[in-house]
C-alpha cells in the first residue's frame, strides 16, 4: 500500500506532486505569471538567491505576492533529492479568478516545479565555442514587461522554429533592429578591452548569470557597458559569449559565417563563474 | 452510482470532462496558443464559422495543425447544452513536448473549452453608451504576432489593472501613441460620415465583429478606413463604437472627460448587426 521510497514525483504544484494545472489558471489563458530556470548540482540549486530575487521582482512589477522562497527551497531539494545534476523550472502565476484580464483583488498564486534531466549539451561548445545565428523574428518593445521572465515567450518560439540543430543558438533584435540577446542566453560583447551586452530596458530577459557577470567584470576590473548594440558591432567584436544559469558562459565561434576567437576576456569570466 | 443528467461540466479538455491541464503544456509554459471567446445564445454558438477561421489562420500562422471544426461544434453543443446564454472559450495550446522553445516535431495541440456564465453586463451601456478611459499600458508592436488572439495577454492584463469600476473599458495604444483597440473590444471611429478603424498589422487583435463590421459597411455603403489613428483623432471624432463577440456594438457616450453621442452611423450598424 505504501509508495516505494523511490518514487519521486517530477512536478509539485503548490507543493504537492501533480501532473496537472487548473483549467482556469491565467498562466495558461494569458501568460500571467513567470517563471525560474534553475541548475541543480549535487541535489542542490545553484544561484538560488538571485533566482529567488528576480522572482520576488518580477512578481512586484507583475502585482501578486511572490510566494515563500524558505517554502520554494524546501521544496526543490524535495524534488531533486538525489539527483547529481538536474534542471529546476519553477513557474510562479497569479492563479485562478478575477474576471476576464481584470485580476483577482486577492490573488492565490499558482506554484509549479518541475524537475527535468539536466540538457545533453555537446562538450564542443564550452570547448570550441558556439555557432551562433541571427534570427529572423523581431522582439516588441514594452518596457513593463522589459527584463521580466515572464511567461509571454511566444516570440521566443517564432525564434527557436527558425532552425534545427545546425546552430546552437539564435541572436534577437528588436524592432529596431538592435540586438537584445540570444533565445535562451544573454549577450556579451568585447570590443578593445571592455565588454559590452545590451540594454534590456526595452525587451529581453535579465538573466540572472547577466548580473553575475556585471558583478565580476566589476571585480575583476574589467570594464562593462550597458549599451545599445547594433548588429555591425557585434559581428565585428573581438570576443563574443553568452550566458545563462545552465550552460554558465559560453564563448562564441561563429556568428553565421564569421569566425570568432575565445579570447582572453571570455576566458577570464568562465573562470571566475567557475568558481562561483 | 450514475452520474445526474443535470451534471454538466464546464470544462472539456481534448472532448474529456476535466478540471486541469498537463502542467508541462506548452500553452502554461511560453503561452504557445490561441483562443476564441464564442458568444452562445439558445444553446448555439455564434458567428461560429467566423471563429474557426480565425482559429484556423492562427495556427497557420504559429505552425501547428487547427483542431477540427466539426469536433470542436460537437463539444461546444455537448458542453452548452441547454443553456440560453453562456460564453464559451475555446483555448488551442502546441500542446507537451519540444525543447524548451523548441516546438516538438508532430505537435499533439491541447483542446480546452470552457463554458461560463453570460457577462453581466450593465444594460445602460448599450442603451446609453460605454464610459471609456485611455489605458497608461502600451501596446509593443510585432507583425508576426499582430492580429492574432494568441495566449500572450500579460499587457492586457496590466491595462485591465488600471482601474476598477470606473469605466467600461480601456483604450490602448501602441508604443508610438497610435491607438490600436480596448482591452477586449475593437474600435471604430466615425468621422465626417466615413467609420475609420485602427490598422492592426503591429499589434492588436482582429475580433471576428470587427470583420463583420467592416462587411457590413461595405453592404451600407458607408466608406470605412482602415488606418493609424491618433488619440486626438479618437477623441475628436463625432461617433464612436467598439465592438466584440459578446457585447456585438456598444456605442461610446464618453471617453475621459469628453462626451460622444450615440450617432446614427453607429445605430445603423447595430441594428445591422443584430439582424446576423
Not at 2 to 17: C, F, K
Not at 67 to 88: F, S, W, Y
Not at 231 to 239: G, I, L, N, S
Request: hydrophobic letters at 40%; proline letters at 5%.
Amino acid at each position: 500500500m505504501s509508495e516505494s521510497v523511490n518514487e519521486r514525483p517530477g512536478i509539485l504544484v503548490d507543493g504537492l506532486a501533480a501532473d496537472a494545472v487548473a483549467a482556469t489558471d491565467r498562466g495558461l489563458h494569458f501568460g500571467d505569471g513567470l517563471f525560474e530556470t534553475i541548475a541543480v548540482t549535487g541535489g542542490r540549486p545553484r544561484r538560488w538567491e538571485r533566482h529567488m530575487a528576480r522572482l520576488r521582482a518580477g512578481c512586484a512589477r507583475l502585482g501578486f505576492p511572490a510566494p515563500d522562497a524558505g517554502v520554494c527551497l524546501g521544496e526543490a531539494q524535495a524534488l531533486c533529492a538525489g539527483r547529481d545534476r538536474a534542471v529546476l523550472k519553477l513557474i510562479v502565476t497569479r492563479g485562478s479568478g478575477g474576471r476576464g484580464y481584470r485580476p483577482p483583488r486577492d490573488p492565490r498564486p499558482t506554484r509549479i516545479m518541475l524537475c527535468r534531466d539536466w540538457p545533453d549539451t555537446p562538450a564542443r561548445i564550452r570547448a570550441g565555442g558556439a555557432q551562433v545565428r541571427f534570427c529572423r523574428t523581431r522582439l516588441g518593445r514594452n518596457p513593463l514587461l522589459a527584463g521580466l521572465k515572464h511567461l509571454n515567450r511566444l516570440e521566443y518560439v517564432l525564434a527557436r522554429a527558425e532552425w534545427g540543430d545546425a546552430f546552437d543558438e539564435g541572436l534577437l533584435c528588436d524592432d529596431l533592429g538592435h540586438v537584445v540577446e540570444g533565445t535562451v542566453t544573454n549577450l556579451f560583447a568585447v570590443s578593445q578591452g571592455a565588454i559590452h551586452t545590451p540594454d534590456l530596458s526595452q525587451c529581453g530577459v535579465a538573466g540572472v548569470v547577466r548580473g553575475e557577470i556585471m558583478e565580476r567584470a566589476e571585480q575583476l576590473a574589467i570594464p562593462l557597458q550597458v549599451a545599445q548594440l547594433t548588429r555591425d558591432f557585434v559581428e565585428q567584436a573581438d570576443e563574443l559569449f553568452l550566458t545563462n544559469s545552465l550552460i554558465g558562459v559560453w564563448p562564441v565561434a561563429r556568428v553565421e559565417q564569421r569566425e570568432h576567437g575565445i579570447g582572453p576576456i571570455t576566458r577570464r569570466l568562465m573562470a571566475a563563474l567557475t568558481d562561483d
